[in-house]
């Protein structure tokens, strides 16, 4: 029997989803309850995959393992930059996966490297694919600290010109669709070729594809109709079964080494399939057991197993459009959803606006650059480092290594500016601008994003007009969507408002000031501002603040002065202005004025002050970027919502005895008084479970009132905050093992989780639990094996919480050390 190898590979990615002027992720309501949608499938998918479940026959946790480590994946360069600053766990986890990768598979890591942003390579010029490639590597090295063998191309999209690219920059291999395939022969060229398209190449071994320039690159083809069961057809509803639809596939026929290999997108395992993560580790550990197989990854077995067959490839092709890469450009029939009377007829002129955008700004930039660098283009691909480190110390490294001679503060903002614009021509093709059937979805909004962002940098740079002939080409996209017509109208209603100056920002510093107890130095997100010559004053609970604000990009470094004056007179009235500090006497007097016009609570004096005297813009809450906006519109509501609290508390306890007293007698609470129940049992849940020191027979007291009262129980919120809760106890008791209290508290909060009637997630607490499983347990096992009473005490109350968290704990009696 030949050597068997079974491989499975996720591709994990999601597009980028920053605001292109803020480089942050505003809150997307589409992702609730989660801020946005890549914390959202973190939780969903990326963390469990880190730290997976293996039951026993009871549905006890008898394992937490981390997938990454026995599979093969590639995780998105955008998105690994998201996780590293919002999930660092997560993210520790998956670059240790790749370091206990090379230890299980001969030194061959499982982490491969992405085309940078996602692009599809074979719509991709030249010069493009070389900086996908080279910014794709350099993240790679970064993220992980080795080169990488293989690099996985955006919706496995190929021609010949990128697979040069990948083996020019040292890539040893890629992964296609079996469909990609167009013929194979034996690599010593003494047979004919064989016809394998429409997916009929044999997906077992590796292949070696001869390009035109005498270089060479392995390409590994997976198995189509397994990929397929797994993505679409419930395959990972079993673990056994996904175990044994991959060990079915080996032949006895095949005399060679044979690897069994999927591919598939890595968020099958969580998020497009709930628990999938688990049957892939129950799979793997199956796979492991098994006396005749073995896992490994690519790199060992293409070192281990070197092609013996050439192929040819499908030109222009890709794992997600039957019509090669026409979802990309075209409306080619592919799509995610059939909507009677929608097209996809957008995507061409979207594709071909864009286009334009790039060539218009590309000789502009090549003058501009060639006069500040040494190479344009060199310098592109080294951009990189910056994106990765934008330290001040780094970004003057940089440009040192760079530039023709020193450059000045006001260059050095222009060479800045340069580079963000080709960075913006590039993550405008990002592939999921097209993927999707909507002109106006949020991830074809986002490409347009960039390009608004590209457009606005080539005209603070060129002088040049761009925005218009960029929408009269926009607007030949046409929208499914009554009322948004066109790209154009698209743009004015989706991506205009996104677009910040520095007068924007310093806008948003000044009415976000009027909030904060310490308006100092302040980092907003991409931006920083320093404050000087602050004046605040207030009458009862309106507010007045103005000053001086210098206002940094730390992307460009470009920076500016402004002066402002705000007021808060209550109920949502609110209003600021600022103006360049370009004549500091002028400018005192009118802040003076604007101070005089509050103290007299003159409202109308004060906003045709600001709207006059400050010519930069007039403010007001519409100008908060938006996490800020909800968060000051959620603390100016909260007086609303203590009036309201303080009025329902009075009709609640005042016909409480009443409602209970027909409850008593089967008659239905009135309605109105369950209206009150609702907004205050609510509330009084979420104070008591959020809690420091939660009070556990007040929780359950008005759990008791809110089936009393047949009250409709905030689902969402109180499992969040239990959930919550229980982790932060539970990390508590890793960090003081010994607090007996701590103890009784989780085991008296898994109680109340237990009889609720919805389920609260415990991922976070079984994990805790887990690593004391296998640290303080075991120790005091010991000692009470020793003798040690009170140890003997600690561990029977230890096991007993484990049962409440569905994680199983040896018996005491049958641990010994190991």
């Given amino acids: 029997m030949s050597r068997r190898y079974v491989c499975i590979h996720g591709h994990f990615y999601q597009p980028p989803r920053e605001n292109p002027w803020l480089e942050a992720i505003e809150v997307q309501d589409s992702a609730e309850p989660y801020h946005d949608w890549n914390?959202?499938?973190?939780?969903?998918?990326?963390?469990?995959?880190?730290?997976?479940?293996?039951?026993?026959?009871?549905?006890?946790?008898?394992?937490?393992?981390?997938?990454?480590?026995?599979?093969?994946?590639?995780?998105?360069?955008?998105?690994?930059?998201?996780?590293?600053?919002?999930?660092?766990?997560?993210?520790?986890?998956?670059?240790?996966?790749?370091?206990?990768s090379q230890e299980r598979f001969g030194g061959h890591g499982s982490a491969l490297a992405q085309v940078y942003n996602h692009a599809i390579m074979p719509l991709c010029n030249r010069r493009d694919k070389v900086t996908q490639v080279r910014w794709g590597k350099a993240d790679f090295v970064r993220r992980f600290g080795r080169p990488p063998e293989g690099m996985w191309l955006a919706e496995t999209a190929v021609d010949i010109e990128t697979l040069e690219v990948l083996a020019a920059e040292g890539l040893r291999f890629t992964i296609l669709s079996p469909y990609q395939a167009k013929r194979v022969r034996p690599l010593d060229g003494n047979c004919e070729w064989q016809d394998v398209l429409g997916g009929r190449i044999d997906p077992t071994r590796t292949y070696q594809c001869r390009l035109p320039s005498g270089a060479a690159i392995a390409l590994f083809f997976y198995d189509g109709p397994v990929s397929q069961a797994v993505a679409f057809e419930n395959l990972l509803q079993s673990g056994e079964k996904f175990a044994s639809r991959l060990l079915g596939t080996f032949s006895d026929a095949r005399t060679w080494p044979q690897i069994v290999h999927i591919a598939t997108d890595g968020e099958t395992y969580g998020h497009h399939s709930r628990y999938g993560d688990m049957a892939l580790a129950y799979a793997l550990d199956l796979i492991e057991k098994h006396p005749d197989v073995r896992l490994t990854n690519y790199g060992e077995f293409l070192a281990n197993h070197p092609p013996t067959q050439e192929v040819e490839i499908v030109e222009n092709s890709a794992w997600s459009c039957a019509h090669g890469v026409g979802r990309w450009k075209e409306d080619c029939g592919c799509r995610a959803a059939n909507r009677a009377g929608w097209t996809q007829e957008w995507r061409g002129p979207l594709r071909a606006a864009l286009d334009w955008l790039r060539d218009e700004v590309t000789p502009l930039y090549e003058k501009a650059a060639g006069k500040l660098f040494k190479d344009p283009w060199a310098v592109r691909d080294a951009y990189v480092d910056v994106i990765l480190n934008r330290s001040p110390e780094n970004v003057v490294s940089f440009l040192a290594r760079h530039v023709r001679e020193p450059l000045d503060d006001a260059k050095k903002v222009t060479a800045l500016k340069l580079l963000e614009l080709q960075r913006n021509c590039l993550l405008m093709y990002t592939s999921c601008g097209w993927f999707f059937d909507e002109l106006s979805g949020i991830e074809t909004v986002q490409v347009i994003q960039y390009a608004g962002r590209a457009v606005q940098l080539a005209e603070e740079l060129f002088g040049n007009p761009v925005e218009p002939s960029f929408l009269d080409r926009l607007a030949r996209a046409k929208s499914n969507v009554r009322g948004l017509r066109d790209g154009r109208r698209i743009y004015d209603k989706l991506v205009r408002p996104a677009r910040v100056d520095l007068p924007k920002v310093a806008a948003h510093y000044a009415v976000s000031a009027l909030f904060h107890d310490d308006p100092g130095q302040t980092q907003l997100f991409c931006y920083t501002a320093g404050?000087?010559?602050?004046?605040?004053?207030?009458?009862?609970?309106?507010?007045?603040?103005?000053?001086?604000?210098?206002?940094?990009?730390?992307?460009?470094?470009?920076?500016?002065?402004?002066?402002?004056?705000?007021?808060?007179?209550?109920?949502?009235?609110?209003?600021?202005?600022?103006?360049?500090?370009?004549?500091?006497?002028?400018?005192?007097?009118?802040?003076?004025?604007?101070?005089?016009?509050?103290?007299?609570?003159?409202?109308?004096?004060?906003?045709?002050?600001?709207?006059?005297?400050?010519?930069?813009?007039?403010?007001?809450?519409?100008?908060?970027?938006?996490?800020?906006?909800?968060?000051?519109?959620?603390?100016?509501?909260?007086?609303?919502?203590q009036a309201l609290e303080t009025v329902f508390r009075q009709v609640y306890d005042a016909h409480a005895p009443t409602m209970h007293f027909l409850r008593g007698l089967d008659r239905p609470v009135l309605p109105a008084f369950r209206k009150v129940a609702d907004f205050l049992l609510n509330l009084d849940l979420w104070r008591a479970c959020a809690d420091d020191a939660p009070d556990l027979q007040l929780v359950r007291k008005l759990l008791q009132e809110a089936q009393d009262y047949d009250v409709s129980l905030d689902v969402p919120?109180?499992?969040?905050?239990?959930?919550?809760?229980?982790?932060?106890?539970?990390?508590?008791?890793?960090?003081?093992?010994?607090?007996a209290g701590l103890l009784r508290l989780s085991d008296g909060l898994l109680d109340v989780i237990a009889d609720l009637s919805f389920p609260v997630d415990l991922w976070r607490a079984q994990n805790t639990f887990y690593a004391l499983r296998e640290t303080a347990f075991r120790e005091r096992c010991d000692r009470a094996a020793a003798g040690c009473a009170a140890d003997g005490e600690w561990c029977t109350a230890f096991a007993a919480l484990g049962a409440k968290l569905g994680v199983s704990v040896p018996e005491i009696a049958d641990k010994v050390t190991a």
């Fill in 39 to 100: 914390q959202r499938i973190t939780a969903e998918c990326y963390a469990p995959n880190s730290r997976s479940r293996i039951l026993d026959g009871d549905g006890r946790i008898t394992r937490i393992v981390n997938n990454y480590s026995r599979i093969s994946f590639n995780f998105g360069p955008t998105l690994l930059s998201w996780m590293e600053q919002h999930d660092p766990d997560t993210y520790a986890a998956i670059r240790d996966a790749d370091q206990r």
């Fill in 531 to 641: 404050v000087d010559d602050l004046s605040t004053a207030a009458l009862g609970k309106a507010r007045f603040i103005s000053g001086n604000v210098r206002v940094t990009s730390t992307i460009t470094r470009e920076s500016a002065a402004f002066a402002f004056a705000a007021a808060d007179f209550g109920e949502m009235h609110l209003h600021g202005g600022v103006r360049p500090l370009d004549d500091p006497a002028a400018i005192g007097l009118l802040r003076a004025h604007a101070e005089e016009a509050f103290q007299r609570f003159d409202i109308p004096a004060f906003v045709r002050l600001v709207d006059r005297a400050f010519d930069a813009g007039a403010y007001s809450l519409r100008s908060l970027f938006r996490d800020e906006q909800r968060a000051i519109i959620a603390r100016i509501t909260d007086t609303t919502t």
């Fill in 717 to 739: 919120g109180l499992a969040f905050v239990l959930s919550r809760k229980t982790a932060k106890v539970l990390d508590q008791l890793a960090a003081d093992p010994d607090d």
